[in-house]
């Protein structure tokens, strides 16, 4: 295919992907149909997967292994800042935080994973667990589980799902709601932990909090932490509550705190677990930990009374009420704490009862430890912990909140309320909403008409007790009224989320042959290419901007970056697809020279420039070109709009 003709299917193909309209199924037996407005690419894996492989195309061969995309089966800001949210907080293990770019229209977004961690190693890390998803995908890919004839092990066979009608790489695709899902859980298989490079049952506390800048033992025998207890209003018991600086975070980057929240069980009498009672030594029994770390995300994180990592709370320790009636209330990172903590940008508030009350009648408290501690060691020890105003305290919390939503509004353009309430929707509505025939249509890319019942059924094979499909209870559920209400009549009755993951494979393969000619498929002349482009990660493979030394760090620009297909759209002014043609062209390209030495520098893209302005390697004063704006010769740093803050241009 030349250059020009790719250039208009790319166009076709992403100026379309964000469509809504579903598409039609063939009409009932009778009359042929007449002519039919051709409609937009349906909503669905193959879509995906063919707007995957075409961006592919688009980049480097070489850097083609380190990208991985997520579907948007809708492009509005919140999935997308929900998307970014779940990126920085579970996949990247970087210093630096990223604002990943959106493609294909605004239908995908594309996974740069050389900028998803520090070290070459951590890339490699980060890459072998997202392809290890697929094993449990149902959306894009089909996994066999195969014996050895003669040593009987086990082997799971990945490969891509038939139903996306083109061979696509494994694990290059997921869907967005699937992998938050997916992502950010810890029990039954929830590969949270995984991407923070943890193992439940092994790591330990102590370990943990000096690897993110919290050396606890240190720490706790200087007494340099602030200590709150109070009654929970989440559990409704006595909870103390930690409070550490971390030292992995420059000054530029702070507040940067490890809260530690301990908790007991419900049926705990025991004085020495009760924190108003052992002021200075109180046992626990479980413990919830969130650092702020130098991305600017927060890690949640659980432990035991032991301090040793755990993948979910004891129903008697604590529950995430959070949950949707109806569901257990099972609490586990990530996504329990972004349920709970969002409301109050990851950082609740909470009240020092200890100094309420040493500010008020009681000035003496007795403490089931003294026994430990001298009478002096212990006033003064309980003045260290529990000293802090409360104004104090609220200006931690307060600034914490400030420094995560202004990584959120970077990161994602919306707010870390937003951001997370988006997260915990996209969670929410997967793992706990159920499927009825309407959603169904949605799901298979159908147009369910004015009854989704009837129109599912349609698709099925006639009645066969011989027919798999058409005996399946599952199918039966969702082609049965809810109600003898004629009102009502065409809503079917529900089935789970895990019953239709199983059946959509079957369901969807018999649903393409109509959306087949909905969907543009890259190879010559429309036919699909016989072999998935490889994604093996070369020791040539260059892994840019890996040098997190501040004091060398310049940034390292993808090699991408002016990809056809990428820009990030103002989602208040403008939809993703009518930017498409526009960012097309080739990113004008920069250069600039220095006051000191008027040596000329460049070629560089604006996103470069923009950096060497930040850490001050540009200055309004100097002189900067391109080839695109009509600027004169040379002009003023200071007068590119953008480039430095307004108060510095003025």
Not at 117 to 136: F, H, R, Y
Not at 310 to 322: I, R
Not at 544 to 561: F, G, Q
Request: hydrophobic share 35%.
């Amino acid at each position: 295919m030349t250059a020009r003709r790719m250039l208009a299917f790319v166009l076709f193909v992403c100026a379309t992907a964000s469509a809504q309209g579903p598409s039609n199924l063939p009409p009932a037996p009778g009359p042929a149909p007449g002519p039919t407005t051709p409609k937009a690419p349906p909503r669905v894996p193959a879509t995906a997967a063919v707007l995957s492989i075409t961006d592919l195309s688009s980049v480097p061969e070489l850097f083609q292994p380190l990208c991985r995309y997520i579907w948007l089966r809708d492009s509005s800001k919140e999935t997308y800042a929900a998307t970014t949210l779940f990126i920085n907080s579970v996949i990247n293990r970087s210093s630096i935080a990223v604002k990943p770019p959106l493609v294909a229209g605004g239908a995908l977004v594309r996974v740069e994973f050389w900028r998803m961690g520090d070290t070459i190693e951590q890339v490699k890390e980060q890459v072998k667990l997202w392809d290890s998803l697929s094993e449990k995908d149902p959306q894009f890919h089909l996994s066999q589980v195969q014996t050895d004839g003669k040593s009987k092990d086990k082997k799971t066979i990945v490969e891509s799902a038939p139903h996306l009608g083109v061979p696509m790489p494994v694990g290059l695709c997921y869907r967005y709601d699937w992998l938050i899902h997916q992502g950010g859980t810890t029990a039954d298989g929830g590969s949270y932990y995984d991407f923070r490079g943890l193992i439940p049952g092994k790591t330990k506390l102590n370990d943990y909090l000096t690897d993110r800048g919290v050396p606890l033992d240190r720490i706790r025998k200087k007494n340099a932490l602030n200590r709150m207890v109070t009654i929970s209003k989440v559990t409704g018991k006595v909870r103390a509550i930690e409070l550490y600086e971390s030292s992995d975070v420059p000054p530029s980057e702070s507040p940067a705190i490890a809260a530690v929240t301990q908790d007991i069980f419900d049926d705990q009498t025991d004085p020495n677990f009760d924190a108003f009672l052992s002021l200075r030594g109180a046992k626990f029994q479980g413990q919830e930990v969130l650092v702020k770390l130098r991305n600017g995300c927060i890690e949640a994180t659980l432990w035991n009374g032991e301090g040793i990592l755990v993948t979910e709370a004891p129903p008697n320790l604590v529950m995430d009420y959070m949950i949707p009636d109806g569901h257990g209330k099972r609490l586990q990172p990530f996504i329990s704490c972004v349920r709970c903590h969002g409301p109050n940008e990851m950082m609740q508030p909470a009240t020092n009862q200890v100094k309420q009350l040493l500010d008020g009648r009681l000035r003496v408290l007795g403490d089931t430890s003294a026994d430990r501690f001298s009478q002096f060691d212990a006033i003064r020890q309980i003045q260290f912990l529990y000293g802090a105003r409360q104004s104090q305290l609220d200006k931690v919390f307060q600034d914490t909140r400030d420094s995560f939503d202004a990584f959120t509004i970077t990161t994602g353009s919306l707010t870390a309320k937003e951001a997370c309430q988006a997260m915990t929707k996209a969670y929410n509505d997967y793992e706990y909403g159920y499927i009825d025939a309407a959603l169904a249509c949605d799901e298979l890319g159908i147009d369910p008409k004015d009854n989704p019942i009837e129109t599912l059924a349609r698709i099925l094979p006639a009645p066969d007790q011989n027919n798999v499909l058409a005996t399946d209870a599952r199918i039966g559920l969702l082609l049965t009224s809810a109600s003898d209400d004629p009102k009502l009549a065409k809503q079917s009755l529900k089935i789970t989320r895990r019953q239709w993951e199983t059946l959509y494979p079957a369901l969807q393969s018999l649903v393409m042959p109509t959306l087949e000619t909905l969907i543009s498929r890259p190879g010559k002349n429309g036919e699909p290419p016989k072999e998935a482009p490889k994604l093996e990660i070369k020791s040539e493979t260059p892994v840019p901007a890996l040098d997190r030394n501040p004091a060398k760090m310049e940034l390292t620009p993808s090699p991408i970056e002016t990809s056809a297909q990428t820009y990030v759209p103002d989602f208040d002014t403008e939809k993703p697809s009518e930017k498409v043609a526009e960012t097309a062209s080739v990113e004008p390209k920069w250069k600039y020279k220095t006051g000191a030495s008027g040596r000329e520098n460049g070629p560089f893209i604006y996103a470069e420039l923009q950096e060497f302005a930040r850490s001050g390697k540009l200055k309004p004063s100097d002189l900067v070109w391109n080839d695109r704006h009509k600027i004169g010769d040379w002009g003023s740093a200071g007068k590119v709009k953008g480039l430095f803050p307004d108060e510095v241009n003025k």
